[in-house]
């Protein structure tokens, strides 16, 4: 079981968006974690004086989020080289279902399996539950590392161009 300090160590998130409480097992291709669902986040601050029960729904994006940040610690757990001056990237999602929604008091359990890895790009699948209650399943998640210095220019030096308008997105 792997507690907070390594979860701290090895993801750039703090809080309110640190979204993984502990590491129960971890081997080179899969990961479970837990991630304990508590009325004390900044997420609820916004209920009024008689909130619905929907209101006390965990928001969704904040569920993926958590999962991710699970594929994200198996993720530079799997790297052959550390990811020290490198961007860990998350592209796309595919077959993404919620089963039922989640409140306070839930404690999820996150399991997410390597289902292949391409050089720097790795393709991730799983689920999360709530005991024996499947809240969320992901078909696939695609995270790839980059060069940090690509992405932050600021960050590469005085030998980096800056950003064209089309390289930030921009339309002409």
């Known amino acids: 079981m792997t507690g907070p300090a390594a979860i701290r160590a090895a993801l750039p998130h703090r809080y309110p968006m640190l979204l993984v409480d502990r590491i129960l097992t971890v081997s080179a291709d899969e990961i479970r974690s837990v991630k304990a669902v508590t009325l004390n986040e900044p997420w609820y601050a916004r209920l009024g004086e008689e909130p619905s029960k929907a209101d006390f729904a965990y928001p969704d994006f904040l569920l993926l989020e958590s999962w991710t940040q699970t594929a994200g610690l198996l993720a530079t757990r799997s790297e052959e080289e550390p990811a020290d001056g490198r961007t860990m990237l998350f592209g796309s999602m595919r077959d993404v279902e919620f089963h039922r929604r989640v409140f306070p008091g839930?404690?999820?359990?996150?399991?997410?399996?390597?289902?292949?890895?391409?050089?720097?790009?790795?393709?991730?699948?799983?689920?999360?539950?709530?005991?024996?209650?499947?809240?969320?399943?992901?078909?696939?998640?695609?995270?790839?590392?980059?060069?940090?210095?690509?992405?932050?220019?600021?960050?590469?030096?005085?030998n980096s161009a800056p950003l064209t308008g089309s390289q930030r997105g921009e339309k002409s």
């Open 106 to 158: 839930d404690v999820l359990e996150h399991h997410v399996r390597l289902q292949r890895a391409v050089n720097d790009t790795l393709v991730f699948e799983g689920s999360s539950r709530i005991g024996d209650e499947p809240v969320l399943t992901i078909g696939t998640v695609t995270v790839a590392f980059r060069p940090r210095e690509q992405l932050d220019p600021e960050h590469a030096g005085r």
